[in-house]
């Protein structure tokens, strides 16, 4: 697609329920990365995926929170068992390589709210 | 480990003043640094990146300066407008290899 694609764009869960977060980006980017935005903050960085090598997880605030992507293309988030302190804006970012100097295109991101 | 720090906004400014926005970051190696701005209702989009020590990045009148014997980038503009009005991120990526980490954003409005 022309730019990187984040479904939904709302998600409205009850705490406790598992929730999953889809993430489309530029065809042929190999780099993509997962960010959490709560509302007035910063960007925390979440999950790195780099072409073939192990992702870095690092960003991950605890085991209820992972992510998979299926060869260079499309990526999950997943979250199990909602908390309320969850609720954000999740974005995704692809770039082409994960060059030094390159930039990230983001999506339009992906609103949660845990009830 | 690799961090990023960004003055607190919100930051409130008249149309035409300077701005500046203070960035300074800590990293091992020669990292790469950015901002991003996102206007409101809009993702981020890269504003201007730099890529080794006294690199000036410029785009759209704004200007931001690798300094690496004070770990800075601040971002600067000499007549701000409405149009300004937005959240900066200040961002690193310290290798290939390595995340892309952002500061905690400033709010940037500017007055009529």
């Known amino acids: 697609g022309a730019g990187v694609s984040q479904s939904p764009s709302n998600k409205v869960t009850e705490k406790g329920k598992d929730v999953e977060l889809r993430c489309d980006p530029i065809?042929?980017?190999?780099?993509l990365y997962w960010y959490r935005q709560r509302l007035g903050q910063g960007l925390e960085f979440l999950i790195y995926?780099?072409?073939?090598?192990?992702?870095?997880k690092s960003g991950l605030p605890s085991d209820r929170f992972s992510a998979e992507r299926t060869g260079e293309s499309v990526s999950t988030l997943t979250i199990q068992r909602t908390q309320q302190e969850d609720s954000a804006v999740y974005l995704c970012?692809?770039?082409?390589?994960?060059?030094?100097?390159?930039?990230?295109?983001f999506g339009s991101g992906t609103q949660l709210s845990v009830l | 480990g690799d961090s990023v720090t960004q003055m607190e906004g919100p930051v409130t400014l008249s149309e035409e003043a300077f701005l500046t926005i203070n960035c300074t970051y800590t990293a091992t190696g020669y990292p790469s640094l950015f901002w991003y701005v996102q206007y409101p209702g809009e993702g981020l989009q890269l504003l201007l990146k730099?890529?080794?020590?006294?690199d000036k990045g410029s785009n759209k009148g704004f200007e931001a300066t690798y300094r690496k014997e004070t770990t800075s980038f601040h971002l600067e503009k000499g007549s701000v407008q409405v149009s300004d009005s937005a959240v900066y991120f200040c961002?690193?990526?310290?290798?290939?290899?390595?995340?892309?980490?952002f500061g905690s954003g400033t709010r940037l409005s500017i007055r009529p």
């Open positions: 065809s042929g980017h190999t780099a």
């Open positions: 961002a690193l990526k310290g290798s290939s290899a390595s995340k892309i980490i």
């Open positions: 970012a692809s770039s082409l390589s994960g060059g030094a100097n390159e930039k990230l295109f």
């Open positions: 730099a890529t080794k020590a006294d």
């Open positions: 995926f780099q072409g073939n090598s192990a992702p870095d």
